[in-house]
């Protein structure tokens, strides 16, 4: 059984940091793709960054040069530091996965077999 684990979400300030954490389970670790997307309220699911199994990495034009997606095979673990965060930011933060997802697709939620349940970043004075 799959599980993808998000943790590090909380209220920061503007221009502060968070480091969001994805623990993944239940699947060959090192072949997956996975990605990180984010829900505002009453707004679609954004993609926010992908790492591909390669290490490869992708951002969304809104987050490049302040966040930075990696990986650790070791851990079995996703992680997004995130900097200079703006209260655009906030949003629910979904980790997603995906062994077979090409290249083109990986912006799109659709095509990610697995999610976490999300975590909730506040940015916020």
């Known amino acids: 059984q799959v599980q993808l684990v998000e943790s590090g979400g909380g209220l920061v300030q503007p221009g502060g940091s968070l480091r969001l954490s994805c623990a993944a389970s239940?699947?060959?670790?090192?072949?997956?793709?996975f990605g990180w997307f984010r829900q505002a309220p009453g707004k679609g699911r954004e993609f926010v960054a992908a790492i591909r199994y390669s290490r490869t990495t992708h951002y969304a034009d809104s987050v490049k040069g302040r966040f930075t997606i990696s990986r650790d095979n070791s851990k079995n673990t996703v992680y997004l530091q995130m900097n200079s965060l703006k209260p655009d930011d906030t949003a629910v933060y979904y980790c997603a996965g995906d062994a077979r997802i090409i290249l083109s697709s990986i912006p799109y939620h659709a095509n990610y077999d697995y999610w976490g349940q999300g975590t909730q970043v506040t940015v916020s004075s």
């Open positions: 239940g699947l060959t670790f090192s072949r997956y793709t």
